[in-house]
């Protein structure tokens, strides 16, 4: 029999040897394992698993003396913790002695004797095809070897959650049991392999857009594929996402889309952080009769969005995509954001003549407000400070003039007893 059915029979046996009276010990502890009213125990099944990967001694409390062991556990097998205060299921990673529930109850185990790893193994036999350029190996008890792989296929027989339980953790990756024909088996711990990809991509909500020419990917994190097109700025429809959080740096986002070639990958911009998604295909051409500026990003999810070169003269632009009152356009073969209502609404002076000349009109229409009307200063809500809005109890007004968005919103013009507003009903 080879080590491998030596390792997962023993996984699946669990094995425990006891010496004789150690049901009698077990049940002799029970009351001391009482715990005051005021320490609740957290329930069974938020306990985690241990995988241990050495023979430990199974002790009848916490203090875990030398007269006190029942007997052992054998290796290569996860036990789950018995029962602690919930208040330190934050801390259990930190525990040198913990609580483990054996087929006589509950025992204790120290594991400052020997080497284990946090989380449930599971069995599973599969071919993970290795991508990166060096895969350190770990030996039996996860210790680096100095070994590696390189890209190639191997056969992972096991393999256990990266994360601990409780603890914070940015990585998806796992720990898998391998065999290699000259070290026996090993394991590596991965989240770059190209079966790993499949099937991971997460739903978008809406479509995304491409802010500049983008080369694409048979894989995240592989070289871009030389002999296809890249994908030049628009707005698409991506099949799903994938986001990687590595500590401190910009989480990396890729996006999987259909091509001519079948499905590909592009990685987000990085100014686009998480990536901008719900975004609306549109073929429109507004007008914007005053000068403007392009941005890099919709201020959608943030006060602030950086400006794009100089101030553009009023002029008639092609947009394709929209989120909010903020339009996506290309320009000089880069996806730029244009906000037509913010432009024209900050130009409004309050001087009939002039708005008319940007869309305003007399108006006598009555309007209901009530206590959740606000009134501005300028016809747009975003940016505008809280301490300028003005609010209403329940009357009814009659507007002298009103403005439409290039959004699709009426905005009316009265007047208060704090000077003149804009407001929407």
Not at 229 to 240: A, C, D, T
Not at 252 to 257: A, E, F, L, T
Not at 343 to 356: H, K, N, P, V
């Amino acid at each position: 029999m080879d080590d491998i059915s030596k390792w997962l029979i023993l996984l699946l046996a669990a094995a425990v040897t006891l010496p004789s009276g150690s049901q009698i010990a077990l049940a002799d502890q029970k009351s001391a394992d009482q715990k005051p009213a005021d320490q609740k125990l957290a329930e069974p099944n938020v306990m985690p698993y241990i995988t241990l990967f050495d023979d430990f001694k199974l002790y009848a409390s916490d203090k875990t003396k030398p007269n006190e062991v029942l007997g052992s556990i054998s290796a290569y097998q996860s036990v789950k913790l018995a029962p602690i205060e919930s208040d330190k299921l934050l801390y259990i990673t930190n525990m040198d002695k913990v609580p483990v529930e054996t087929w006589l109850g509950k025992a204790w185990i120290n594991l400052k004797e020997g080497a284990y790893k946090y989380g449930q193994l599971q069995k599973q036999e599969q071919t993970l095809t290795l991508l990166d350029p060096q895969t350190p190996l770990y030996d039996s008890r996860m210790k680096i070897t100095g070994n590696s792989l390189s890209p190639q296929q191997v056969q992972a027989v096991a393999s256990i959650d990266a994360c601990d339980p409780y603890t914070p953790c940015r990585t998806s990756a796992k720990w898998y049991l391998i065999r290699t024909s000259w070290l026996g088996e090993q394991w590596i711990r991965s989240e770059h392999y190209a079966e790993y990809y499949e099937g991971v991509g997460q739903p978008v909500d809406g479509m995304i857009p491409i802010a500049r020419e983008s080369e694409v990917y048979s894989l995240p994190f592989e070289k871009p594929l030389a002999d296809e097109p890249k994908l030049p700025p628009q707005v698409l429809k991506p099949v799903g996402k994938y986001t990687r959080l590595a500590g401190m740096t910009p989480p990396s986002v890729w996006y999987q889309i259909e091509t001519p070639n079948g499905l590909r990958w592009i990685r987000c911009s990085d100014g686009y952080g998480l990536g901008f998604e719900g975004v609306e295909q549109v073929d429109l051409k507004l007008d914007i009769p005053v000068p403007f500026h392009y941005f890099k990003t919709p201020a959608i999810y943030s006060t602030y969005t950086e400006k794009i070169g100089a101030e553009q003269p009023a002029q008639t632009v092609q947009v394709i995509g929209k989120i909010g009152n903020w339009y996506f356009t290309v320009s000089e073969g880069v996806g730029k954001w244009i906000n037509p209502s913010m432009e024209i609404a900050s130009r409004l002076t309050g001087d009939f003549e002039q708005d008319t000349k940007l869309g305003v009109q007399l108006s006598s229409e009555r309007l209901e407000l009530t206590g959740t009307s606000i009134g501005f200063d300028i016809p747009y809500v975003e940016n505008q400070p809280a301490e300028k809005w003005l609010t209403f109890t329940p009357q009814t007004v009659t507007a002298s003039r009103v403005w439409k968005s290039p959004n699709g919103e009426s905005w009316y013009y009265i007047h208060t007893w704090q000077g003149a507003k804009w407001v929407r009903p």
